[in-house]
């Protein structure tokens, strides 16, 4: 049993909260490769786990299970250096490594990868980056978190990093497993694989996953859901791999998941009380800051009357809903030319859609007393409207019948690979596109009080609101070559060099329009786009909105075109078979793209990253094994892309939107270790540690704009500030025991990691609330794998068993501000029954 789980220790060793050179990608060990090393692929070509310079977190199926890791989400708890942005709910959230975060719409900064693949690029309604679905995570060999820029080989230029996720391959033996998973919050899970040899060229294999758990935000409004943050997704997967001939094989992979549950919901948590004393008159108009302000108010006071708890929330939204449907299809060719020379050819074709219906502020809002404007009998001068009349301050929503977002993506990668007694070499090229094949319409409530969304039954409360639709379409194209090489000039010495064009296009079409004086008999649409679209100008300068039957009558186009050069280079040095010194220098790219909101300033422009690390890597053997790594690093971000407030020109008739720019210079450093010791068999301790320092410098205060309907953008951070999604400090520390039984007792194991992450900035202009708390979570489980000789395994487990809450993420306002709250304590059992081989 010792060696037996020697072994596995080995394989979980790679678990997460370390930053360790790994991408155990199992494959046929190189001639010479000690017992027990794992083999990896981390930069496209078989290596030794010791021997691949680049920091990488990973951990195996095994260690995803025991921490109950059903998301890329959860994995943020794990993982140092990795952060998630969660503003728009955990199914639709982004990532950041190393600081490298993404603001929305914008390109990722981390790639996001299947079986080599990444997943349909999405961009509106909150959506951005890539899409992976919760298949991703189910049967995995194993799952890795690159950390730096990583365009020279994978498909996406990124600045940040990658995550990749390997799927398991079928086997030779007819095998597989059932389970069943019971847990709090009416939690039921259910999990299947099969694993069958048709022929000894001809293999299959199958995976199945049912979750269901409620929401874990209970909603007070007696409107729409009563929870929120809810789970509820199908998954499968189909995997067929068909040895044509024994130099030739063939992979075809299917994968499909849909995601069916009520969204995602925040909690009102600060509102302005500094109302006005100035009431409306005919000369002096309302402000409808503080009419928001005053309602939100009135929310937090019901909120403090009732005793609610950071898990409670009062969303006043019929019928909301998320509903993300997708599935690729995946095809690998691997052909072995000759003992020197592999061919691989990956190809890919996805599809994706999305729709919802989510409350962008997640407010319960009625017009309040407090409201100075309003007279003692609670009407305004001008405005039939009482004290208690509800209204939203945005939902998002489809127009029945139509998709909000549909996509689908074709990849294709032809790869070469050279293997040689000193030089190892790989070199191909890449295609994407994306496309949107219709131009996708979503609707946006804004400042309405509605009772029905579907048939737009709302009324027009405060003489301002609208029902604003976005039709937007957006298809991007990229194309790359790319070459890396490997040279030893002795057994100690090792030179890589690698360099990639790339080649990307961004295309989006635009018809937007708003639906005014909502609910009335002079109700009539026009054109969002005032400046492009107008009747003419009044008195005082400002566009007349062009008046429209259809929306189309607004259509406009833009395009965003970018190429650039990037290259890494690696030198290594092993004075012992043991240790490893390397220094890597890194060019990294990341997209211009496009947003059609922002009239006049649509689109940006690359920016690009320097990064520099230098690192060891040590392994020691014996009684007590394991290893030691350690890493500093050092980027330097130029043309940083990031969001800014817009000012339009009085005469344009536009209102504020965000905008992306490309401002100022940014610094990210710091160091990272990671560490693991297995004691005689039986006690492995595990930590690792990222220590971050961020700043971004030449951010001007405003920045002038001539020649459009924009006059000034105003950017979101500060000159001098730390990135958003960058906490200074995390460490993770696991300690799993295995328990000396007999080997028919089976394998008993207890397990626990805990967490520390240091405060860090959700939104930069949000103030104190702006920055997300510190937190320290610890996970427990307990695992009996074949129960007394059995072909039974069960386990427990329990995540934040502290029942932490705390926030994950921020959303900022004048008149008020939103909280969005990280899971609280979630326990579980688990019984699986194992059959075959």
């Not at 990583?150 to 990124?158: I, V």
């Not at 302000?293 to 006071?301: N, R, Y």
């Amino acid at each position: 049993m010792g060696r037996q789980f020697h072994r596995h220790a080995l394989l979980l060793s790679a678990a997460i909260g370390l930053a360790q050179p790994q991408s155990a990608l199992a494959q046929d060990k190189p001639e010479g490769t000690p017992d027990g090393e794992i083999i990896v692929t981390a930069q496209r070509t078989e290596q030794r786990l010791s021997e691949v310079p680049i920091s990488i977190s990973v951990m195996n199926q095994e260690a995803l299970t025991n921490r109950n890791i059903v998301a890329l989400t959860d994995l943020a708890n794990y993982v140092p250096g990795l952060s998630t942005n969660q503003r728009f709910g955990p199914e639709r959230a982004t990532f950041a490594i190393r600081g490298f975060s993404q603001d929305n719409g914008t390109s990722p900064t981390v790639g996001v990868y299947f079986a080599e693949v990444p997943g349909v690029r999405v961009q509106g309604g909150g959506l951005a980056g890539s899409s992976i679905g919760p298949d991703a995570f189910m049967d995995l060999q194993n799952l890795q978190v690159l950390k730096g820029p990583q365009g020279t080989l994978f498909g996406r230029n990124t600045t940040g990093g990658a995550i990749l996720l390997v799927p398991n391959k079928p086997t030779d033996n007819f095998e597989g497993w059932v389970e069943g998973q019971l847990g709090n919050y009416n939690m039921h899970r259910f999990q299947a694989v099969l694993n069958v040899p048709l022929s000894d060229t001809f293999k299959v294999r199958l995976a199945f996953d049912k979750n269901k758990r409620d929401g874990y935000l209970v909603n007070h409004s007696g409107i729409g859901p009563n929870t929120f943050d809810d789970s509820n997704y199908t998954a499968f997967r189909a995997t067929v791999l068909a040895n044509l001939t024994p130099n030739l094989e063939n992979s075809l992979i299917f994968h499909y998941s849909r995601i069916q549950n009520n969204g995602y919901a925040a909690r009102l948590a600060v509102c302005d009380r500094s109302l006005p004393t100035v009431p409306v008159t005919a000369t002096t108009p309302a402000n409808f800051t503080v009419i928001q302000a005053a309602a939100a108010c009135d929310q937090i006071d019901r909120q403090a009357a009732r005793g609610d708890s950071l898990l409670d929330v009062d969303v006043n939204t019929p019928g909301a809903f998320l509903d993300i449907e997708q599935w690729q299809f995946i095809n690998t060719t691997t052909w072995d030319a000759s003992d020197h020379i592999k061919v691989k050819n990956i190809a890919s074709y996805g599809h994706f859609v999305e729709n919802s219906r989510i409350s962008s502020f997640s407010d319960n809002l009625a017009v309040s007393t407090r409201t100075p404007f309003f007279s003692a009998t609670g009407a305004p001068p001008g405005l039939a409207v009482t004290p208690g009349t509800p209204f939203n301050l945005n939902v998002s929503s489809v127009i029945p019948g139509q998709d909000a977002t549909a996509k689908y993506a074709w990849t294709e990668e032809l790869q070469i690979q050279g293997k040689f007694d000193n030089f190892n070499w790989v070199a191909g090229g890449y295609i994407e596109i994306n496309r949107q094949p219709k131009i996708d319409p979503r609707r946006n409530f804004v400042t309405l009080s509605c009772s029905n969304y579907d048939t737009q039954t709302c009324n027009d409360i405060f003489g301002i609101g609208s029902i604003s639709e976005s039709r937007n379409k957006y298809n991007y194209d990229s194309q790359g070559i790319y070459a890396q090489g490997t040279y030893d000039f002795t057994q100690q010495l090792a030179l890589t060099l690698g360099a990639r064009y790339t080649w990307d296009k961004s295309y989006a079409e635009a018809a937007n329009s708003r639906i005014l004086r909502v609910g009335t008999a002079t109700q009539a649409r026009v054109c969002t786009d005032t400046f492009r679209f107008n009747s003419g100008f009044n008195a005082a300068g400002r566009p007349i909105a062009l008046t429209v039957t259809d929306p189309m009558q607004c259509f406009t186009t833009f395009t965003e075109k970018s190429d650039k050069l990037t290259w890494n280079a690696n030198l290594t040095f092993k004075p012992t078979s043991d240790i490893m010194v390397y220094g890597r220098y890194a060019r990294g790219y990341r997209q211009g793209g496009i947003n059609t909101t922002p009239v006049a300033v649509e689109t940006w422009k690359p920016e690009t990253v320097d990064a520099y690390e230098i690192g060891t890597k040590f392994t020691f053997h014996g009684a007590i094994s394991g290893y030691l790594n350690a890493a500093g690093f050092y980027n330097k971000l130029h043309n940083t892309q990031i969001s800014g407030s817009t000012t339009p020109l009085p005469s344009s008739g536009l209102t504020s939107s965000n905008a992306i720019i490309n401002v100022g210079e940014g610094v990210i450093k710091g160091f990272e270790f990671d560490a693991s010791a297995l004691f005689f068999d039986s006690l492995r301790l595990e930590m690792g540690y990222t220590h971050l320092e961020t700043e971004i410098n030449g951010v001007p205060a405003s920045i002038p704009v001539t020649g459009g309907a924009i006059t000034l953008i105003t950017p979101v951070v500060k000159n001098g500030s730390e990135l958003t999604y960058a906490p200074r400090n995390r460490v993770t520390a696991t300690a799993t025991y295995t328990l000396p039984l007999a080997p028919e007792s089976g394998d008993l194991s207890v397990s626990a990691t805990f967490t520390h992450t240091d405060s860090q900035i959700a939104n930069g202009t949000a103030g104190a609330i702006g920055v997300l708390p510190a937190t320290d979570l610890l996970n427990l489980s307990l695992n009996w794998n074949k129960v007394l000789g059995s072909s039974f395994d069960a386990a427990v487990f329990a995540t934040n068993v502290t029942n932490k809450i705390y926030p994950v993420a921020v959303t900022f306002s004048a008149p008020y501000s939103t909280l969005l709250i990280a899971q609280p304590r979630i326990w579980g059992v688990r019984l699986r029954v194992n059959f075959g081989k």
